[in-house]
């Protein structure tokens, strides 16, 4: 039989932490469940100028050019990034248990000092940095 100390030892953790397995199972379902999101990619930009040409640079570790996608409208460049990843899950029989989708697309607009014609824009991505080459020519005005 059960003395009344050993009834006491025996509640002690319930007494301690009565919604405390609750609480951690709610915790975990929503850490389980959001654990793929990610924020938003942001894209450092580096712009300077010599005298034949302006450029701009973006970082952008792990992208490929089939991920990426530029529009200029007169002085902007929009950075486009739209990655994709499927997650599968299979059993031993590789069947198909769980997949699901993920869709993730990051924009960078850039304002240049001067209007762009676009067939003149030479751009390439070389580990993880894009470099973006626009003719400068913006003139300067000699005073006398």
Request: avoid cysteine; aromatic fraction near 8%.
């Amino acid at each position: 039989m059960m003395n009344q100390d050993n009834k006491k030892n025996s509640l002690q953790p319930f007494r301690e932490r009565p919604f405390g397995d609750i609480l951690q199972s709610i915790d975990s379902f929503f850490q389980d469940a959001v654990k793929h999101l990610k924020a938003p990619r942001f894209i450092p930009i580096y712009q300077y100028e010599t005298e034949q040409e302006y450029i701009v640079e973006a970082e952008l570790p792990g992208v490929n050019k089939e991920q990426l996608t530029l529009d200029i409208y007169h002085n902007y460049i929009k950075i486009s990034i739209l990655s994709e990843e499927i997650i599968r899950e299979e059993n031993d029989k590789e069947q198909i248990v769980k997949q699901s989708s993920r869709f993730e697309r990051s924009e960078r607009v850039v304002e240049l000092p001067f209007a762009v014609n676009e067939s003149e824009v030479k751009a390439k991505l070389q580990d993880g940095l894009l470099k973006i080459r626009i003719p400068n020519k913006r003139k300067k005005i000699k005073i006398d």
